[in-house]
């Protein structure tokens, strides 16, 4: 019976790769809203140039992927890479860091993670703890659940950038709106809650060249 499965699934696969695949290479994608806005469309151009006969097609969604029914090659995924049905390979380590606009920095006196009490802060409904773990990590304790909510964390950074709060950023999306002197960071130290970044697909199925290619591409990106 064993045989009998995989080889059916064999056969699905080879339907997906004729139906989905036909004159080109087509990578489908699954990303989070921020990890695409913030990190990965804008860096697209640089894999088409690199590797032009391959298609990148990005969908957003906060929930798993379910590989069995969808036409999805790969996806990202935060978390700890324990995914007994995924094949996971780590992209970075998330590390959270405050951020908001030089001009609330100027208004406010911020010298130490205590003068956040009483300040604005923004929260992503996506990463709904991440205030509370990062607080705890300081062993500092106020009501940190007041402020504003977003259901995206680029949502957050907008509003941070606009003066409105503070927002806990993830540092990698946040690193071009640091440079570009849209936010900064009051506090030079970054959290990490032990969680990563994945490029995951189904354990079940075997990479094909242009997803080994995009994730060799996502690491190097990742690393300049």
Known sequence: MKGIENAFQDIADAARKVSRRGRRDILSIQSYTTFSQRWLIPRLA??????????????????????ETQNIDAAIRSG??????????????????????????EKHEISKPEDLQGLTLLHSLARNHDWEGWLNSRNIAFDNQKGIRFDYSSSAYEAASMGMGVALAVKVFVEGMIEKGQLVSPFPESYKPGESYYLVWSSKASPSEALLKFLKWMRGSMER
């Open 80 to 105: 700890f890479g324990d995914w007994p049905e995924l094949h996971a390979e780590k992209l970075v380590d998330i590390e959270l860091i405050p951020v908001c606009s030089p001009e609330f920095l």
């Open 46 to 67: 640089d894999f088409h140039k690199h590797f032009e006969a391959t298609e990148v097609r990005i969908s957003s969604s906060l929930k798993p992927v379910d590989f």
